[in-house]
Nanobody, 123 residues
Framework: VQLVESGGGSVQAGGSLRLSCAAS????????MGWFRQAPGKAREGVAV???????TYADSVKGRFTISKDNAKNILYLQMNSLKPEDTAMYYC??????????????????WGQGTQVTVSS
């Protein structure tokens, strides 16, 4: 079982990035998947989660700017990030919640993580 993130980088405020999370060893369409981020000195926080049936939930800070989606055929999770702000700067991680049921917003239920991809937004 593995998650591999990619797509991070450095952009100016107002720019866009699309993060990808390639899953292997399991079928991501079966589980809740989430994008989380962690800035230096801060706890990891939820950005967006998506249920097995494709229903998304977003943090208030990214609503209207970020879109979580998944390609079940390719087994890839995406995070489209538009109108980026300096406060979006963080390491971004994807995670999978193995337990069935509603998708958690906290990190605890997500037991498998990728290595992360850095997003840096300059003003």
């Amino acid at each position: 079982v593995q998650l591999v993130e990619s797509g991070g980088g450095s952009v100016q405020a107002g720019g866009s990035l699309r993060l990808s999370c390639a899953a292997s060893g399991f079928t991501l369409s079966t589980y809740c998947m989430g994008w989380f981020r962690q800035a230096p000195g801060k706890a990891r926080e939820g950005v967006a989660v998506i249920s097995s049936d494709g229903s998304p939930t977003y943090a208030d800070s990214v609503k209207g700017r970020f879109t979580i989606s998944k390609d079940n055929a390719k087994n890839i999770l995406y995070l489209q990030m538009n109108s980026l702000k300096p406060e979006d700067t963080a390491m971004y991680y994807c995670g999978v919640q193995w337990d069935a049921g509603w998708c958690a917003w906290s990190t605890g239920p997500y037991k498998t993580w990728g290595q992360g991809t850095q997003v840096t937004v300059s003003s």
